[in-house]
């Protein structure tokens, strides 16, 4: 098997994830095109540094998401996006947390994504990328502190944070409240 | 609200973004002018040192033929043809190695860098493959495939270029600040993507088995390979068979 196919086989199924990782960090379908080929570029320049029998995704993610960073620092290098700080976000939080009020038809399906999708946005990258890495790639936590560079413990305490976040959004959205179309049936 | 309701608010409400085709296409086709980089190409001077080889065989065999004058006769025969056959082969295979991408880059290169500066770019200009396509009609013994919908690149127009004395399809397309010539021409050989440099300018090469294609500009190479793949997905959907009829497909 060549190196080529074996790119293939081992790193090429977690494209899907690298773009979403990637869509989700920037926010911008272009960027995140943009940084995910760069990413797999890269994955194939250093593939040799993929250890034998070393699970790929964490790896190419790993990858994926330093692209993401720096793209992200490039659109707005004043901002400390690896801080852990995230008041710079809360003016945005606030703004996008409130649903926009759609004509009256819109499918409520379509509402509750909305919602969520803002809510997720308006957080910080940092606890952004550990709930999309845990809720939609269901990594563990130490696939997740390897992708994101940090300890166990900071990915565990990262997402909790995060989980606090998006209730407050969510609950600001109406979710989880009397009356509230999803949630408590 | 706890954290295991907002986890099932997130998995089953948040958007997610699977890569679509076209950028699966752009990153094999990138993977793969990578590859064809770190490996160049041999087979043309392997095949001349084949030929060279078989030549110094062709040579020696008589010698182990000693026998009678005929035979050593035969062995001067076999001599002056083996070092014909040599002698040939070597012609041919500088030759073709001449003839091969390093001239043709060149020319490329030459033909773009002079429609740039002295004109024109494209003599039909426009961004509407109905227009341009019909446009080579009379003007050129095939029909070019135009695609004027390649995502993040613009067609400008096309012309005609004279080519090793054959008119040849060139089509125009902009990216950013960038001009990238397309020459099309028909050949049935099917060829990988491979990226070549001259004079600071980047050359992309693919072919689908129909038409050779090679795009020329100052843009990076990674924006050509993004371009291939482009054209290739484009192409490929041309050629797909509608599969769905559009009245069958639900309103919702």
Same mark, same amino acid.
């Given at each position: 098997?060549?190196?080529?196919?074996?790119?293939?086989?081992?790193?090429?199924?977690?494209?899907?994830?690298?773009?979403?990782?990637?869509?989700?960090?920037?926010?911008?379908?272009?960027?995140?095109?943009?940084?995910?080929?760069?990413?797999?570029?890269?994955?194939?320049?250093?593939?040799?540094?993929?250890?034998?029998?070393?699970?790929?995704?964490?790896?190419?993610?790993?990858?994926?998401?330093?692209?993401?960073?720096?793209?992200?620092?490039?659109?707005?290098?004043?901002?400390?996006?690896?801080?852990?700080?995230?008041?710079?976000?809360?003016?945005?939080?606030?703004?996008?947390?409130?649903?926009?009020?759609?004509?009256?038809?819109?499918?409520?399906?379509?509402?509750?994504?909305?919602?969520?999708?803002?809510?997720?946005?308006?957080?910080?990258?940092?606890?952004?990328?550990?709930?999309?890495?845990?809720?939609?790639?269901?990594?563990?936590?130490?696939?997740?502190?390897?992708?994101?560079?940090?300890?166990?413990?900071?990915?565990?305490?990262?997402?909790?944070?995060?989980?606090?976040?998006?209730?407050?959004?969510?609950?600001?959205?109406?979710?989880?409240?009397?009356?509230?179309?999803?949630?408590?049936? | +609200?706890?954290?295991?309701?907002? !986890?099932?608010? #997130?998995?089953?409400?948040?958007?997610? %973004?699977?890569?679509?085709? $076209?950028?699966?296409?752009?990153?094999?086709?990138?993977?793969?002018?990578? !590859?064809? /980089?770190?490996?160049?190409?041999?087979?043309?001077?392997?095949?001349?040192?084949?030929?060279?080889?078989? =030549?110094?065989?062709?040579?020696?065999?008589?010698?182990?033929?000693? #026998?009678?004058?005929?035979?050593?006769?035969?062995?001067?025969?076999?001599? &002056?043809?083996?070092?014909?056959?040599?002698?040939?082969?070597?012609?041919?295979?500088?030759?073709?190695?001449?003839? *091969?991408?390093?001239?043709?880059?060149?020319?490329?290169?030459? =033909?773009?860098? $002079?429609?740039?500066?002295?004109?024109?770019?494209?003599?039909?200009?426009?961004?509407?493959?109905?227009? &341009?396509?019909?446009?080579?009609?009379?003007?050129?013994? %095939?029909?070019?495939?135009?695609?004027?919908?390649?995502?993040?690149?613009?067609?400008?127009?096309? $012309?005609?270029?004279?080519?090793? *004395?054959?008119?040849?399809?060139?089509?125009?397309?902009?990216?950013?600040?960038?001009?990238?010539?397309?020459? #099309?021409?028909?050949?049935? $050989?099917? /060829?990988?993507?491979?990226?070549?440099?001259?004079?600071?300018?980047?050359?992309?090469?693919?072919?689908?088995?129909? +038409?050779?294609?090679?795009?020329?500009?100052?843009?990076?190479? =990674?924006?050509?390979?993004?371009?291939?793949? /482009?054209?290739?997905?484009?192409?490929?959907?041309?050629?797909?068979?509608?599969?769905?009829?559009?009245?069958?497909?639900?309103?919702?």
């Amino acid at each position: 098997m060549s190196e080529g196919q074996r790119f293939e086989a081992q790193v090429l199924p977690h494209l899907d994830a690298a773009h979403n990782l990637a869509r989700w960090l920037l926010r911008d379908a272009r960027a995140a095109e943009d940084a995910t080929q760069e990413a797999a570029l890269r994955a194939f320049r250093y593939f040799a540094s993929l250890r034998e029998g070393e699970d790929a995704k964490p790896w190419f993610l790993g990858i994926v998401r330093n692209c993401c960073y720096t793209a992200l620092a490039r659109q707005q290098g004043r901002l400390e996006i690896t801080g852990l700080d995230d008041s710079d976000w809360d003016h945005a939080t606030h703004a996008a947390a409130t649903p926009e009020p759609g004509p009256a038809q819109r499918l409520a399906a379509q509402r509750e994504r909305s919602a969520v999708d803002a809510a997720l946005r308006a957080l910080a990258p940092a606890l952004r990328e550990v709930v999309v890495l845990r809720e939609f790639e269901d990594l563990d936590y130490r696939a997740i502190a390897q992708i994101a560079g940090v300890p166990i413990g900071t990915v565990m305490s990262r997402l909790s944070r995060a989980r606090t976040r998006l209730k407050e959004l969510l609950t600001l959205a109406g979710f989880g409240q009397p009356g509230a179309t999803d949630l408590k049936p | +609200m706890n954290d295991d309701d907002i !986890s099932r608010l #997130v998995r089953a409400h948040a958007s997610r %973004y699977p890569a679509d085709e $076209r950028l699966r296409a752009a990153v094999r086709t990138q993977t793969a002018l990578q !590859s064809a /980089a770190r490996k160049p190409a041999r087979t043309r001077p392997s095949l001349v040192a084949w030929l060279a080889g078989l =030549g110094a065989s062709l040579s020696r065999v008589p010698r182990l033929q000693r #026998v009678s004058p005929a035979g050593r006769l035969g062995g001067l025969f076999g001599g &002056v043809a083996a070092g014909l056959v040599l002698g040939v082969a070597l012609t041919l295979g500088v030759q073709s190695w001449r003839a *091969g991408p390093a001239t043709l880059g060149d020319e490329l290169v030459a =033909g773009h860098v $002079r429609a740039l500066q002295v004109g024109p770019l494209f003599e039909v200009a426009s961004s509407d493959h109905h227009t &341009v396509r019909p446009w080579f009609q009379g003007r050129l013994d %095939y029909a070019p495939p135009v695609f004027d919908k390649l995502p993040g690149y613009t067609l400008l127009g096309g $012309r005609v270029e004279s080519l090793r *004395g054959t008119p040849t399809a060139v089509l125009a397309y902009q990216v950013k600040l960038h001009k990238i010539d397309v020459y #099309v021409w028909p050949d049935a $050989r099917v /060829a990988a993507p491979e990226l070549l440099h001259r004079r600071g300018f980047n050359i992309v090469h693919w072919s689908d088995g129909a +038409m050779q294609c090679w795009a020329v500009s100052d843009a990076e190479g =990674g924006e050509l390979a993004r371009l291939a793949a /482009a054209w290739q997905a484009a192409q490929a959907l041309q050629n797909a068979p509608p599969v769905v009829p559009a009245t069958s497909i639900p309103s919702s």
